[in-house]
Nanobody, 123 residues
Framework: QVQLVESGGGLVQAGGSLRLSCAAS??????????MGWFRQAPGKEREFVAA????????YYADSVKGRFTISRDNAKNTVDLQMNSLKPEDTAVYYC??????????????WGQGTQVTVSS
């Protein structure tokens, strides 16, 4: 079993920054073997890919809508993955989910998901 717990969401003004963090744990879960991803879902919209990072942290992927503003990173010693979000826009408002799977994907076929953290960007 894998547990993913997100933190760091909140309310911020447009142009501001937030840093989301995801702590991963599990009895037989080897964090450094897993790719990690962030997805988001806004009210009334489908869930969408935001960013992903491979097991080593050497390769990252971003949605076009966040490229240049968001940065995904991981710390395999601490079993955490972060999403630094800068220059936030109202359209970034959504519930953000941390995900894990063996091979990195930009589609949402991740077997493990956190409970989500709300990010609200005011205009």
């Amino acid at each position: 079993q894998v547990q993913l717990v997100e933190s760091g969401g909140g309310l911020v003004q447009a142009g501001g920054s937030l840093r989301l963090s995801c702590a991963a744990s599990g009895r037989t879960f080897s964090f450094s073997m897993y790719a990690m991803g962030w997805f988001r879902q806004a009210p009334g919209k489908e869930r969408e890919f935001v960013a992903a990072i491979n097991w080593s942290g050497e390769t990252t992927y971003y949605a076009d809508s966040v490229k240049g503003r968001f940065t995904i990173s991981r710390d395999n010693a601490k079993n955490t993955v972060d999403l630094q979000m800068n220059s936030l826009k109202p359209e970034d408002t959504a519930v953000y989910y941390c995900t894990a799977r063996i091979a990195v994907r930009t589609t949402d076929d991740y077997p493990f998901w956190g409970q989500g953290t709300q990010v609200t960007v005011s205009s």
